[in-house]
């Protein structure tokens, strides 16, 4: 009797937690449903995008520090067709649609920084949190003679980890006869974010062989460590061409008048790096990119030979 009733008990329990875990995955449905209806309407809102087209045209004209290397006599007529063209597609369009035509205009110039965005389609303080907890600098032993330091960002905002990271791994690289960098995947910050980890890497050249890492990936201010790096006698370099977007940096922000996009417009030129935009820095040694899993383990059996 006990076990008929416990049998029935257990069945029951069963069957309440089939139904629980039934209405949850539901709710979860129901709640993905309505947001993407919600982000969908936002998309499909229409706006003044004539005017917000001006308002970037402008921008771009009057402050973007190569406007004149992008646009002179050669193909002002182009660049002037474009404009009206794209002026006479804008009535009566979508927000998803007004944010192509823009993006249009702005791959005339060739500054991968230029962005125009809704913001309200993205989640940046959790972008931001993202940043603060998912791409902090890691070191490893590979052997008691290999290390491998690996860093996705040169963010400011992480500022106190990376000075406190770059502090803790200098006294134990001194033994280290091979030293591994791994700048994959960091898509950039600021000079001040790297410059104590170039100086331990251009010591620890003189007395241990040095191999850095990068893939496409790596963006701006970390495409100026991979050339700085490929520019070194006595460190190597190894991945694929970086991402090719450090001829101009120092954004700026602006909120456009009517369709209230976010619009990140460049201030300051690079000269010296204007051969890299859309190319990228290219490593010493070409690596497979579809073995990239193994890339750390395959330049550190070239470092260590």
């Keep these: 009797m006990f076990a008929i009733a416990a049998r029935k008990n257990a ?11 039934q209405q949850l995955l539901m709710k979860y449905i129901l709640t993905l449903i309505a947001v993407t209806f919600q982000l969908s309407l936002v998309a499909q809102q229409t ?4 005017a917000d087209l001006r308002f970037v045209i402008e921008k771009i004209e009057n402050e973007h520090p190569g406007f004149s290397n992008n646009v002179n006599r050669s193909n002002i007529a182009t660049y002037t067709r474009l404009k009206d063209s794209l002026s006479a597609k804008t009535a009566n369009i979508s927000k998803d649609d007004c944010q192509k035509i823009i993006r249009k205009y702005l791959s005339f110039i060739k500054d991968k920084h230029l962005q125009i965005y809704d913001p309200r389609l993205v989640d940046e303080t959790k972008h931001e949190n993202n940043l603060l907890t998912n791409r902090l600098p890691e070191y490893q032993n590979l052997s008691p003679t290999t290390a491998y330091i690996k860093v996705p960002s040169f963010d400011y905002r ?3 980890q990376l000075d406190q990271f770059y502090d803790s791994i200098t006294p134990i690289l001194k ?3 091979a030293i591994i960098l791994d700048i994959r995947n960091n898509s950039g ?3 001040r974010m790297y410059n104590q980890l170039v100086k331990i890497l251009k010591t620890k050249a003189k007395t241990s062989k040095i191999g850095v890492i990068f893939n496409k990936n790596c963006a701006s201010a970390c495409e100026e460590v991979a050339l700085i790096a490929t520019n070194s006698k006595h460190i190597q370099t190894f991945g694929e061409n970086t991402n090719g977007q450090f001829a101009y940096g120092f954004i700026k922000s602006y909120r456009t008048p009517e369709c209230g996009f976010k619009f990140i417009i460049t201030t300051k030129k690079y000269p010296k790096r204007q051969q890299y935009e859309f190319i990228g820095v290219a490593p010493e040694v070409a690596l497979d990119k579809n073995s990239e899993s193994q890339w750390i383990s395959i330049v550190a059996e070239k470092l260590n030979q």
């Design 175 to 177: 033994s280290k006869k």
């Design 47 to 50: 706006c003044d995008c004539n």
């Design 11 to 21: 069945t029951s329990n069963s069957i309440l937690q089939t139904d629980c875990n």
């Design 189 to 191: 910050g600021g000079e």
């Design 158 to 160: 992480l500022w106190k």
